[in-house]
């Protein structure tokens, strides 16, 4: 797998460079996940939507892959503090190359203070969803959770998870249900309050809209699961 440059390109990165469209929005999220990252895994937002995505995740992975000897290659999007990637190191998993890729520099380094001295470990790496550093055909598997509503250019960042996948790879992305009343009022109202700002709002991308950005990316045999009744999440797969 080969890194590219795309990470050090970035315009806000460069003092007094135009800030892109949705800046103010990636620069909340950053913020708000630095300030996070000590007390996350303590959270009790950890039992009612991250675990529950984890255990979903870990249902289809193991499904795919568990008699399939070839090790796999997988990138975590939007990893924070890294639960997920250790849950695929523990497994009995033939996992190859474990890579987590977080905005938030203190999700990163908790991440990272987590793994250290396991072999094997997963690697993080600070970098934009948008502009993912690897080159094409990387990963056999790219999942997301309860990241993806935070970015702002979200077909185009479908599409960029896409260009990563090798052809038959999967992408596994999990975030809120908001059709129906509970998953409004959650994720439309309170969660989008929290995390908007008056320069741009975080979007919840529904089940019909989120199957779209799937397969106008090109990806195939589309599959959408929604688990959870008090914090209602759903999963989309699709296989590149
Ligand atoms: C609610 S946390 C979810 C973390 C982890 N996936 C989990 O399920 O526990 C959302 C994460 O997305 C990250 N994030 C937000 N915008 C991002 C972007 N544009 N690129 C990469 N990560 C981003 C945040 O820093 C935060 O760590």
């Known amino acids: 797998m080969r890194m590219t440059e795309a990470h050090n390109n970035r315009s806000d990165d460069v003092p007094h460079a135009p800030k892109p469209v949705g800046h103010a929005v990636k620069h909340r999220a950053r913020s708000q996940f630095d300030g996070w990252a000590r007390t996350y895994d303590r959270s009790i937002v950890q039992h009612l939507l991250f675990q529950p995505a984890y255990r979903m995740f870990m249902e289809e992975l193991y499904r795919w892959r568990k008699d399939d000897p070839a090790p796999f290659d997988l990138l975590d999007i939007g990893c924070g503090t890294g639960s997920w990637l250790a849950m695929v190191a ?130 195939r045999d589309i599959r959408q699961h929604k688990t959870n009744i008090w914090a209602p999440i759903f999963l989309t797969i699709g296989v590149a």
């Open 90 to 219: 523990g497994s009995i998993l033939p996992s190859n190359l474990l890579i987590g890729l977080d905005y938030s520099g203190s999700m990163c380094e908790v991440a990272h203070g987590k793994s250290r001295g396991i072999e094997d470990a997963p690697v993080f790496v600070n970098g934009d969803s948008e502009h993912l550093p690897f080159a094409d055909g990387s990963f056999d598997v790219v999942t997301c959770s309860h990241s993806f509503h935070h970015y702002p250019h979200q077909a185009a960042t479908i599409r960029e998870m896409r260009r990563i996948l090798r052809p038959g790879g999967r992408l596994m992305l999990i975030d809120g249900f908001r059709d129906n009343v509970i998953g409004w009022v959650l994720f439309d109202v309170f969660i989008t309050k929290a995390e908007s700002t008056p320069q741009g709002r975080v979007f919840h991308a529904p089940w019909s809209q989120m199957r779209r950005y799937f397969e106008d990316a090109g990806f």
